[in-house]
């Protein structure tokens, strides 16, 4: 069976979102032939550069969205769409400014399937939350 018609729309808060907890299942939907699309909202740039720090905080935004492309290459899914919300103050930004720039990818993709966050944004994380 193929289900190369079929799309999925991921949408998350951060570059690292799409991995950490739903990866496994992303790739494996796009290796049975499922087109899975990502949409992500903050480039990260309000995360940790690491200890030792890996590059300086005006560099980590760019770093952030280079490792995103890296996961969507290796999950097998398709390269992700970007918004640029500011980090961490998802939950500020505008609702219906949000709402109509992913409904934009949704009238795009025409995906069968949205994935996100629950009410509670799986960690309680504002920018989850809102994104959910």
Known sequence: MTNR???????????????FRPGGTLALLALSGVHVH???ATRGQAGSSGDPPLCLPEELPAMRERELRCACATLGIQ????LDYEDSKLAEANTEQVTAEILES???????VLLTFGPDGLSGHPDHIAVG
Not at 79 to 82: A, D, K, M, N
């Open 79 to 82: 390269p992700p769409r970007l």
């Open 38 to 40: 990502l949409l992500t």
């Open 5 to 19: 018609w079929l799309n999925l729309l991921a949408v998350f808060a951060h570059p690292d979102d799409e991995t």
């Open 106 to 112: 949704i009238h795009e993709i025409q995906p069968q």
